[in-house]
Nanobody, 116 residues
Framework: QVQLVESGGGLVQPGGSLRLSCAAS????????MGWYRQAPGKERELVAS???????TYAGSVKGRFTISRDNARNTVYLQMNSLQREDTAVYYC??????????WGKGTLVTVSS
């Protein structure tokens, strides 16, 4: 079992920045990849960024160049640095972890609102 707890969401003006954190606990040695997804009102959940245990990161086209995913293995934490935020980035952001077995886990989400 893996437990994920997100933090760092909030209200930010367009053009601003936020950093989300996801703290993992439990059977973290089995995790193969961690990622951030988001779900905007009325839309399906979509992948924002992911990072493997080896540090290989991938990004959705809509956030490439603005968002950066990173991980601190000592703290068992994954971060999502979000810069140049746009109104379209407003969503609930979820942290996910996938084990080598394929089992996936999800956090409860943190709300990011981009508004003036």
């Amino acid at each position: 079992q893996v437990q994920l707890v997100e933090s760092g969401g909030g209200l930010v003006q367009p053009g601003g920045s936020l950093r989300l954190s996801c703290a993992a606990s439990g059977s973290i040695s089995n995790i193969k990849v961690m990622g951030w997804y988001r779900q905007a009102p009325g839309k399906e959940r979509e992948l924002v960024a992911s990072i493997t245990t080896g540090g290989t990161a991938t990004y959705a086209g809509s956030v490439k160049g603005r968002f950066t995913i990173s991980r601190d293995n000592a703290r068992n934490t994954v971060y999502l640095q979000m810069n140049s935020l746009q109104r379209e980035d407003t969503a609930v952001y979820y942290c996910s972890a996938v084990e080598h077995s394929g089992m996936d886990y999800w956090g409860k989400g943190t709300l990011v609102t981009v508004s003036s």
